[in-house]
């Protein structure tokens, strides 16, 4: 299973982490009977459960402490969400945001387990009234997710339910993808906020966008669906896609250029990628569509990108 590679961005400050609302928290009282659910890991670690719980905090600063607190409890039937994998060393509110502050364990958490866990305590701690987003760091430094992009401001509804209570290993993202305009000629991004399984790494979500199409009818694909990724890997910036050889014949209606550029420009949105290795069958001694050498490491082209 792949997991999460976090990179520390040690000159983001407090200071720069968005504010998602007020510039000061409202002390607000919660009435009384009020129910909340508190969220925690199952035991296998694959989807995330919540449990009906009604506080006795009134206040906001009672409720965080309460709730954080409830988190850390051992529980019998699901995993104790916070103390044992990692804890919260600290919290502060900014505006109506809240801001808390993990130990140096986060960083030891596989992948999909990383986002439950993110989705069990954001899912618990947005049910306060003055708690409109919540934003994790690590050592005091954002945390950031696989491609080194700020995590940032999380709410609630960012992790998607399944069966009502039950959050399984999906988030969202922003994708800038590019495809081609009408002639076939230039490259025109796309941005698409794409829900997808933590299982699988962004790259390889790009190039499944790409085989997918624009669906918009102002844009065509650049990649015929038929074409098969054997595999897609990212080491020191450069991104490797590897193509299988059967179906590199069908190809799109576009220009060889726009072709290839689609692939390295969308891909090259990525924090983590600067390059592009391209190749089919493991082999980069062929050429693309007869007038491209893969023999090259491509970088982003932005001279045929024009807008709609």
Known sequence: MRKLRFTVLSAVLLLLIPSCGLSQPADTEVSDGDVYRVYYLNKDETR????VYTPVGETSEELIRELLGVLAEENLKLKQTLGIDTSITGY????????????????????????????????????????????????SNTLTDSAGNPIGAMTADMFIDNAGNEINAYE?????????????????????????????????????????????????????PERKVNSITVKDGICYVNFDASNMEITANVTEEVSVYSIVNSLSELKNVNKVQISIDGENNRMFRENISLSNVFERNLDLVKTK
């Open 92 to 139: 502060s509110m900014d505006g109506n945001q809240l801001i808390l502050n993990f130990d140096s364990s986060y960083m030891k958490f596989k992948h999909t387990t990383e986002i439950l866990f993110r989705a069990a305590v954001v899912r618990t701690m947005n049910q306060i009234d003055s708690v409109e987003c919540i934003s994790f760091q690590v050592d």
């Open 172 to 224: 969202k993202v922003k994708l800038t993808l590019y495809f081609s305009n009408e002639e076939g000629t230039a490259l025109i991004p796309k941005t698409e906020e794409v829900v997808y399984s933590s299982n699988i790494s962004l790259e390889k979500l790009v190039m499944e966008k790409l085989l997918e199409g624009p669906g918009d009818e102002r844009l065509k694909a650049t990649l015929s």
């Open 48 to 51: 995330v459960q919540g449990e």
